[in-house]
């Protein structure tokens, strides 16, 4: 069996700065190579998505690990989570502090799934807050003083909008903090088996509520995997909670399972359970997007999709026979974000 693969990245659904968009390109394509470098020597999907995540939860340009957004209280708490296709296993942390890549313990949750622990008891799939960071000692994954996680960027940013907070703006203004650096990261892949995995990592909102957790640390909302005749995996991005009460990471995942009109019918989903959804009536903007991975393996042939109704969302993708990672910005006009959807996609053999 050759370590053929193929895997996606993304660098989040939200506002992303004109004069950065080309460093984030890069980065995304640095995370691609290192997730396929990890496939060719023989790693599991599982282990690609994690190993590109770090990539991106290292670089201050994103709002994960090092340089996450910060509380209300000016700290960084992270929120991440994986999910295995082939054994359906899932781990994620939730508001976490001191670790520098959250999607390494989300991972570690996930495969400690399958242990025997003493008394009969249940191993965690979710931990959040000091108990998620006790954990990670315990099983030796380094952990660090949480102000090292607070990049020079996100406290000029938190102080920026903190004195907003402070000086009583108004509700329009307010609105706007919401808007931005909402680029929770995040990969899919398929391995030379057929196996599906799934990664999504967060700082959260600006200016969050301390111990808020996100979609990123929650079970159907952040990520998707399942194994199946046609495999699919997805991983989110937005408002974590437009994406919570919409479930979008299962809801995208099965929009293009079994399906033959793979775009329309994502536009659709997107159209009819986000935008319309019941669950965010009264809300004048709804912000989300993800990618989502389909793989036949009876054919081996898949398809990669990304849809988002914020104003960009950044991608990265790369098959095992590529010399070098693809890149691209997916734009919304100012006026349709949060009231349109744009779904893209390209085909790809292994």
């Not at 996606?8 to 968009?21: F, I």
């Not at 081996?300 to 026979?321: E, V």
Request: hydrophobic content about 35%; aromatic content about 6%.
């Amino acid at each position: 069996m050759t370590s053929n693969g193929f895997i996606a990245v993304h660098v989040g659904a939200g506002h992303h700065s004109d004069s950065l968009k080309k460093k984030y390109q890069k980065l995304c394509r640095d995370a691609c190579k290192t997730g396929i470098e990890n496939l060719k020597l023989g790693g599991r999907s599982l282990d690609a998505v994690v190993e590109a995540t770090t990539i991106l939860e290292d670089s201050s340009l994103t709002n994960a690990g090092f340089g996450s957004n910060l509380t209300l209280n000016g700290d960084v708490e992270c929120d991440a989570s994986v999910m295995d296709g082939n054994k359906l296993s899932f781990g994620a942390v939730g508001a976490v502090s001191g670790i520098k890549n959250p999607v390494s313990l989300a991972k570690r949750l996930c495969e400690h799934q399958s242990s025997k622990i003493s008394y009969g008891r249940v191993p965690p799939s979710v931990l959040v807050g000091p108990g998620a960071q006790v954990w990670a000692s315990e099983m030796g994954i380094a952990t660090l003083p949480a102000e090292e996680l607070i990049s020079s960027k996100a406290r000029k940013i938190y102080h920026h909008y903190k004195r907003k907070l402070d000086d009583q703006v108004s509700e329009v203004s307010a609105s706007k903090i919401s808007k931005r650096r909402m680029d929770t990261v995040g990969a899919v892949c398929v391995d030379a088996y057929g196996n599906v995995a799934a990664a999504c990592s967060s700082g959260g909102i600006i200016l969050k509520y301390p111990g808020r957790v996100g979609q990123a640390g929650i079970w159907g909302c952040g990520v998707w995997a399942h194994n199946g005749a046609c495999s699919v995996a997805s991983s989110t991005s937005g408002c974590g909670e437009h994406l919570i009460r919409t479930t979008l990471a299962r809801t995208i995942a099965e929009a293009v399972t079994g399906s033959t009109d793979h775009v329309p019918r994502l536009h659709e989903t997107m159209k009819s359970r986000f935008l319309e959804s019941e669950f965010l009536d009264g809300l004048d903007s709804k912000l989300g997007g993800g990618l989502a991975l389909r793989y036949c393996a009876g054919e081996a042939i898949g398809d990669l999709f990304w849809t988002h109704s914020t104003n960009s969302m950044i991608l990265g993708y790369m098959g095992s026979g590529d010399s070098v990672a693809k890149s691209y910005v997916s734009n919304l006009d100012d006026e349709l974000v949060g009231k349109k959807v744009v779904v893209e996609g390209i085909c790809f053999r292994l």
